[in-house]
C-alpha cells in the first residue's frame, strides 16, 4: 500500500506530464462540445441511455478544462471565453434534442418548459458576468452548471424507464423551475450589494 508521500509524488509527476504534453485547455472544452453533439444524435434516435452517458462524459470534460487550465497554466483569456460560450451551446443542443422529442410525443408543457430551461440557463450565466463586469462576485443561487448537468442527467438515463421511473420531463421541469429562481436570487443578490456599496443610480 502507497503512502501519503508515494502518492503525492504520481500525482506531481501526473501533472508535469500533462503540463509538458501538447494537451490544451481549448483541446478539452472542444472534446466536451463534439460529445455533446454524439450525445444529441444518439438522443435524436432516442437512445437516451447512451446519449445520457456521452453527455455525462461531456459534461466531465467541460468541468476538467477549467481545472487543467488552472492546474497547467495553458489557460488564456479566450480559453476561458471559449469553455463559457461552448457551455451555453451545449446546453441548448441538448435541451432542443429533448424538445423535440416531447413534440413528437405531444407534451406541448414539456416542451415549453425545454424553452423556458434554455432561457434560464443562459440568464443563470448572464447574470453572474454581468455582475462581475459591475465588480460584484455572484455565485449564488440553486441551479449552477454542476447542479443543472446532474438533474438532465438523471433524466436522460430514466428517460424511458417503466412507470414512475420515466422522470425526463419532471427533470426539465425541475431544471426550468430552478434556473428562474436562480436568476431571480442574482438579481436581488446584485441589487443588494449595489445597494450597500452605495447610492443606486
Given amino acids: ?9 504520481r500525482r506531481e509527476m501526473m501533472r508535469n506530464a500533462l503540463i509538458e504534453s501538447r ?3 481549448n483541446a478539452i472544452s472542444l472534446t466536451g462540445l463534439a460529445l455533446h453533439f454524439v450525445a444529441a444524435a444518439l438522443l435524436w434516435e432516442r437512445h437516451f441511455v447512451a446519449g445520457g452517458i456521452a453527455f455525462i462524459i461531456g ?3 467541460d468541468t476538467l478544462d477549467g481545472r487543467y487550465s488552472r492546474m497547467s497554466g495553458k489557460g488564456t483569456p479566450f480559453g476561458a471565453f471559449l469553455d463559457s460560450t461552448l457551455d451555453r451551446i451545449e446546453e441548448a443542443i441538448i435541451l432542443t434534442v429533448v ?3 416531447f413534440a413528437q410525443t405531444g407534451d406541448d408543457a414539456a416542451v415549453v418548459a425545454c424553452m423556458v430551461a434554455v432561457a434560464g440557463s443562459l440568464l443563470v450565466s448572464y447574470t453572474r458576468a454581468r ?4 465588480g460584484v462576485e455572484c455565485k449564488v443561487g440553486f441551479a449552477n452548471r454542476a447542479v443543472r448537468v446532474v438533474i438532465l442527467s438523471v433524466g436522460l438515463l430514466f428517460a424511458t424507464g417503466p412507470g414512475d421511473l420515466e422522470l425526463l420531463a419532471p427533470s426539465v421541469y425541475v431544471l426550468a423551475g430552478l434556473s428562474l429562481i436562480t436568476t431571480l436570487q442574482r438579481i436581488w443578490h446584485v441589487r443588494s450589494q449595489l445597494i450597500a456599496a452605495g447610492p443606486t443610480p
Fill in 1 to 9: 500500500m502507497s503512502t501519503p508521500t508515494q502518492r503525492g509524488q
Fill in 23 to 25: 494537451l490544451t485547455p
Fill in 59 to 61: 459534461s466531465i470534460c
Fill in 99 to 101: 424538445a423535440r422529442y
Fill in 131 to 134: 455582475a462581475e463586469a459591475l
